[in-house]
């Protein structure tokens, strides 16, 4: 199962308690992925059609709480594909099916002729369970979220630029900063921040995949945390051992071309406690001497030699 339709399956299992806001969620559901027949004779029908059981069942739930309608489930199978289950909520011609269609603003009525309605109606902006419930519906019927381990995407599928536009700025209410593009023939509301995506399955009440979310963010960081120091670890191992190969063959060049004897007293020991400890680090070579010597002073007594060398004569290697 996709983590999308986890997270759907999570939110349809939200109690419908306010009659109000689960009309407002069946009309955005509706604006996704319903449709409307007219048959002629000033007959129609509707029906909302899904891949995901739970949500027809919601949807079917919430119809026949609020209208006296015979409705019906289908399921038939998608070919396109690999055969998939769909779930058809079904809402023949009968006394009472346009005025649920436009109760639920899908249609209005002006000036005696029925028309699609495409805006969200500002008595679903009016307080935050509507609000929620607008934006809950529209997750439902159009809505996918990625799979947070290989990146952070979630987006609403709207098939009328206004409503795209009107789902974005009600969705920004909640301090989000969602943006939308045309893909196609459809109009995307997206979301790729992972604390916005966050906030909005808050919002709509997916709150065990926004844990589920919380936990993979966070191990995630702790691996890219665990890579980066292993990362530096690693590049300061390797700068330490090139600094060592250098420092060894400054020294044995000063060796077989001058003589450690010719060096100060203070470089001699270095020289012969680098030869003798190879792969001593400068703090462990400091403790050597006696009186010890911090780490610094080794490297520059080194650096000294270094310098030496190439005065001598070695080349110096990029």
Do not use: W
């Amino acid at each position: 199962m996709s983590f999308s339709s986890e997270t759907k399956n999570e939110i349809c299992t939200i109690e419908i308690q306010n009659s109000v806001a689960a009309l407002v969620e069946l009309s955005s559901l509706f604006r996704m992925c319903g449709s409307i027949n007219f048959q002629g004779n000033n007959k129609l029908s509707f029906y909302i059609r899904t891949e995901n059981a739970a949500i027809a069942r919601r949807a079917f739930k919430i119809l026949k709480a609020n209208y006296e309608l015979g409705a019906r489930v289908a399921v038939s199978k998608n070919k396109q594909f690999k055969n998939r289950n769909i779930y058809s909520v079904i809402v023949p011609h009968q006394e009472g099916t346009l005025q649920a269609l436009l109760d639920l603003h899908i249609l209005k009525r002006h000036e005696g002729l029925i028309s699609l309605d495409f805006i969200i109606p500002e008595k679903f902006k009016k307080n935050s369970a509507c609000r929620r419930a607008t934006i809950r519906g529209a997750f439902l019927g159009g809505g996918s979220l990625s799979n947070p381990d290989k990146g952070y995407h979630l987006e609403f599928t709207c098939h009328n630029s206004e409503y795209a536009r009107q789902l974005m700025d009600l969705i920004n209410g909640f301090d989000l900063k969602s943006k939308y593009i045309k893909r196609k023939n459809n109009y995307i509301v997206y979301i790729k921040e992972s604390e916005q995506i966050i906030t909005i399955l808050n919002v709509i009440g997916a709150h065990q995949t926004l844990l589920n979310i919380e936990n993979i963010r966070i191990m995630k960081e702790m691996r890219n945390n665990v890579n980066r120091l292993v990362n530096c670890e690693t590049a300061n191992v390797s700068k330490t051992v090139e600094a060592a190969y250098r420092q060894i063959e400054a020294i044995e060049y000063i060796r077989d071309q001058v003589g450690l004897q010719k060096l100060p007293q203070k470089l001699r020991e270095v020289a012969e406690l680098r030869l003798n400890y190879k792969e001593a680090s400068l703090k462990e070579l400091g403790e050597l001497l006696d009186p010890p010597v911090g780490k610094s002073g080794i490297n520059h007594r080194l650096k000294k030699i270094e310098t030496l060398a190439r005065s001598h004569g070695l080349e110096q290697k990029n």
